[in-house]
C-alpha cells in the first residue's frame, strides 16, 4: 500500500525536534499509525489502540 505525504506530515516532522509529547487522534482506519512509522522509521513509539499497549 503506498503512503500518500499527507499535508500534517512536515508539520509532525519538524516538530520531532522538541521535546514534547504529540497525541495523534483521529478515526478508525484514516492512516495514522502508518504515519507515525513513516515519521520514526526506526524509533519506538507507543500506542494505546487495540489489545495493550505496543512499542
Same mark, same amino acid.
Given at each position: *500500500?503506498?503512503?500518500?505525504?499527507?499535508?500534517?506530515?512536515?508539520?509532525?516532522?519538524?516538530?520531532?525536534?522538541?521535546?514534547?509529547?504529540?497525541?495523534?487522534?483521529? *478515526?478508525?482506519?484514516? =492512516?495514522?499509525?502508518?504515519?507515525?512509522?513513516?515519521?520514526?522509521?526506526? =524509533?519506538?513509539?507507543?500506542?494505546?489502540? =487495540?489489545? =495493550?499497549?505496543?512499542?
Amino acid at each position: *500500500m503506498p503512503f500518500y505525504n499527507q499535508t500534517i506530515y512536515k508539520s509532525l516532522k519538524a516538530h520531532l525536534s522538541k521535546r514534547q509529547i504529540t497525541v495523534l487522534t483521529g *478515526m478508525r482506519r484514516t =492512516g495514522k499509525t502508518t504515519l507515525v512509522r513513516q515519521l520514526l522509521a526506526r =524509533g519506538a513509539f507507543l500506542s494505546f489502540a =487495540g489489545e =495493550g499497549s505496543r512499542f
